[in-house]
Nanobody, 122 residues
Framework: QVQLVESGGGLVQPGGSLRLSCAASGSIFSIINMGWYRQVPGKERELVAT???????NYADSVKDRFTISRDNAKNTVYLQMNSLKPEDTAVYYC????????????????WGQGTQVTVSS
């Protein structure tokens, strides 16, 4: 079994900062890509940022220069540092990872966390 557990969401004022964490656990052979997505009611889930096992990153245009994704491969954890937050960043943030479980015989699967609410409001 593989699980992704997120933490770090909450309420913050515009211009403030939050740091999200997502730890992968279970019978993991390797983690290929990790990332963050977000979703607001009535809209599709959208990509926020991704990072490869080698550290290459990709960001949505709306968060470039404000958000930073990083990962600790030793801890199987991905982080999202969010600065200069805006009300339009309000959403449920989901962790995503492409993981090869030990039992999968080298076939990777996509896993999702349960989501963490981020609310940016004064």
């Amino acid at each position: 079994q593989v699980q992704l557990v997120e933490s770090g969401g909450g309420l913050v004022q515009p211009g403030g900062s939050l740091r999200l964490s997502c730890a992968a656990s279970g019978s993991i052979f390797s983690i290929i890509n990790m990332g963050w997505y977000r979703q607001v009611p009535g809209k599709e889930r959208e990509l926020v940022a991704t990072i490869t096992s080698g550290g290459s990153t990709n960001y949505a245009d709306s968060v470039k220069d404000r958000f930073t994704i990083s990962r600790d491969n030793a801890k199987n954890t991905v982080y999202l540092q969010m600065n200069s937050l805006k009300p339009e960043d309000t959403a449920v943030y989901y962790c995503n990872a492409l993981i090869t479980p030990i039992a999968a015989k080298f076939v990777p699967y996509t896993y999702w966390g349960q989501g963490t609410q981020v609310t940016v409001s004064s």
